[in-house]
């Protein structure tokens, strides 16, 4: 259960207006509007469907799902390990800096924020992925891990959202209708999530993989990644 402090806690982590430069980075979504493979909202919908079901942010949640528990356990070594095996994750140089980035961004709001925190972050090391960085403040703020999972897939389906209205062009309704058709997969997705053991990690996202390692190569660019 959440307490409404817990709840708090979760609605300024998984918060578009988080100072981590999550608005920046389109995980690819911008050379696939380019190049017309996504053009409508429907097509929207189906990649991040796609995404949910068989793509890296499932990966992403569950190691955020082990810095959690890491933390919790004042495990800092495998914190570390885990830091390491997802940057190794990351198929191309985009996606590593995209995580990275916010992930130092986030760190670093959480050491200002919780001078305690410090201790970990010093242990996790620089590159800090934004999935550990999110896993060690659910830990810390003491949210439910659950709700944890389903605030961190809601806001990559957010900022996903928010930059498809923008390149497709899409008009902000049909974006908060998607979001909401969106609704059951992510609860589907978070439970999955939580199951995985660690020798089931895997995804299948060359899509999302090829889209990023073009998008470098775009004659013009609104987004980072």
Known sequence: ????????????????????????????LETLVENGTIATQD???????????????????????????STKKNDLK????????????????????????????????????????????NAVGNPCNYAIAFGVAAAHWQINMQAAVLGYLHSWAINLITSGVKLIPLGHTAGQ???????SLLSTTTVEVLSLEDD???????????ASMKHE???????RS
């Open 200 to 210: 089931e990690l895997s995804c299948c996202s060359w899509g999302l993989s090829l």
């Open 177 to 183: 209708q998607l979001l909401l058709e969106l609704h």
């Open 43 to 69: 097509h929207l919908k189906h990649w991040l469907e796609m995404e949910l079901r068989y793509g890296a942010i499932r990966l992403e949640a569950a190691v955020m799902v082990r810095a959690y528990q």
């Open 78 to 121: 495998t914190l570390s390990d885990w830091n390491f095996w997802l940057s190794a994750a990351r198929e191309t140089e985009e996606l590593r800096a995209s995580s990275s980035g916010m992930g130092r961004s986030l760190m670093r709001l959480l050491i200002e924020l919780q001078p305690q925190i410090a201790p970990i972050a």
């Open 217 to 223: 190569t775009l004659y013009t660019r609104l987004f």
């Open 1 to 28: 259960m959440l307490t409404d402090s817990n709840l708090l806690f979760l609605l300024q982590l998984s918060s578009p207006a988080l100072p981590v430069g999550a608005y920046s980075y389109s995980e690819g």
